[in-house]
């Protein structure tokens, strides 16, 4: 998103972690700080573009911060400079506000083992109804941010060629089915469905070698130990709304 506000924030906020990262004196003098208003004794995080969700981490700690880091800073009129505005503090909350869900929820992306490819028309879903829905709370600027993102991610997955594998991947696999696809298009995805599953039938040899067979998971066995579960799993951000679309329908029909 090209905005100079934010743009002039977030380079605000590295001009602040770099004052601090090449002076101990300040580093000491934060630590103080903290502890005289009560804040977490946390260091400042730095912007890394090979460390995916840096830039979010950052915001957040200078947020979080902010009391302390202007109190240090306008304790030296060579850094005075640095001091936050309410403008600058503004925007941050904004772009604060609409990465940390993004951020939530690629934490929960990255823990997962295998992510098919019957995930992305969901996860569209989620960003276009969920996590980047304009709310009634948001600020013009959040909202202008929201929007960006979404637009961009649409324009990504909108040639009809990806849209129609998109469909077909999610429409097969049994966590999603139609639930996110247009009731226009559902009959012609399952007569395709069935098409592609005689062809693939016909054309399968009888006899499948010994390294095409697909191996099965043993079942665990009794009275071992039990996985602890994840605190936050890719699921959890489709389980309420797959209930809500659940119950919906079943009110649709009468039962």
């Not at 100079?4 to 990262?21: E, G, M, P, Q």
């Not at 911060?65 to 941050?92: F, I, M």
Request: proline share 5%; aromatic share 8%; hydrophobic share 35%.
């Amino acid at each position: 998103m090209n905005d100079k506000r934010v743009t002039r924030a977030i380079s605000l906020c590295k001009r602040i972690v770099s004052c601090f990262w090449y002076s101990w004196k300040k580093r000491r003098h934060l630590a103080e700080v903290q502890i005289q208003l009560g804040l977490p004794s946390h260091q400042l995080i730095t912007e890394s573009a090979t460390r995916w969700g840096s830039r979010q981490q950052m915001i957040e700690r200078v947020l979080e911060q902010e009391g302390a880091l202007a109190k240090v800073l306008s304790n030296d009129k060579k850094t005075r400079h640095l001091v936050p505005t309410w403008q600058d503090l503004e925007v941050l909350e904004a772009v604060q506000k609409v990465l940390k869900p993004l951020q939530d929820f690629t934490d929960a992306l990255s823990g997962e083992e295998y992510v098919t490819l019957s995930y992305v028309k969901p996860v569209l879903h989620l960003f276009n109804e969920s996590l980047l829905a304009c709310e009634e709370g948001d600020s013009e600027l959040c909202k202008s941010i929201k929007t960006s993102i979404v637009e961009y991610l649409n324009r990504k997955y909108s040639d009809p060629a990806t849209t129609d594998l998109l469909e077909i991947a999610s429409f097969v696999d049994p966590r999603f089915r139609a639930t996110y696809i247009v009731s226009e298009k559902v009959d012609a995805l399952k007569h395709r469905a069935v098409l592609e599953v005689e062809t693939l039938l016909a054309d399968q040899s009888s006899c499948q070698p010994p390294y095409l067979r697909v191996p099965t998971v043993p079942e665990p066995a009794d009275g071992e130990a039990a996985v602890a579960p994840k605190a936050k799993t890719l699921a959890s951000f489709f389980k309420q709304r797959s209930h809500h679309h659940h119950c919906a329908t079943n009110q649709e029909g009468g039962y």
